[in-house]
């Protein structure tokens, strides 16, 4: 089992910038790669990024905006979130898992932050 705790959400105006962390803690060596997901009122959940050894992958909706990276020493994964829009507004998920070929494979989940962007 993976636990993780996110922090970091909250309110802010279009054009800010918020940080996003995950502690991850348990059983890290069974999985191979994290992200971040969103879920927006009335909207399926998204992947936004995700992170391996070999690079990282973004949604194309926050391509040059969101930067993702980890503290493989702290055990922490983070989520740099500048230029926000009003439809970045979501919870944020914080996931562990698995890439197979190409696929990321969510495993472990988060509790969640909110991300609020007022206009």
């Known amino acids: 089992q993976v636990q993780l705790v996110e922090s970091g959400g909250g309110l802010v105006q279009a054009g800010g910038s918020l940080r996003l962390s995950c502690a991850a803690s348990?059983?890290?060596?069974?999985?191979?790669?994290m992200a971040w997901y969103r879920q927006a009122p009335g909207k399926q959940r998204e992947l936004v990024a995700h992170?391996?050894?070999?690079?990282?992958n973004y949604a194309d909706s926050v391509k040059g905006r969101f930067t993702i990276s980890r503290d493989n020493v702290k055990n922490t994964l983070f989520l740099q979130m500048n230029s926000l829009k009003p439809e970045d507004t979501a919870v944020y998920y914080c996931?562990?898992?698995?890439?197979?070929?190409?696929?990321?494979?969510?495993?472990?989940w988060g509790q969640g932050t909110q991300v609020t962007v007022s206009s």
């Open positions: 996931n562990a898992g698995r890439v197979v070929v190409t696929k990321y494979e969510s495993i472990y």
């Open positions: 348990g059983n890290i060596f069974s999985i191979n790669a």
């Open positions: 992170i391996t050894s070999g690079g990282t």
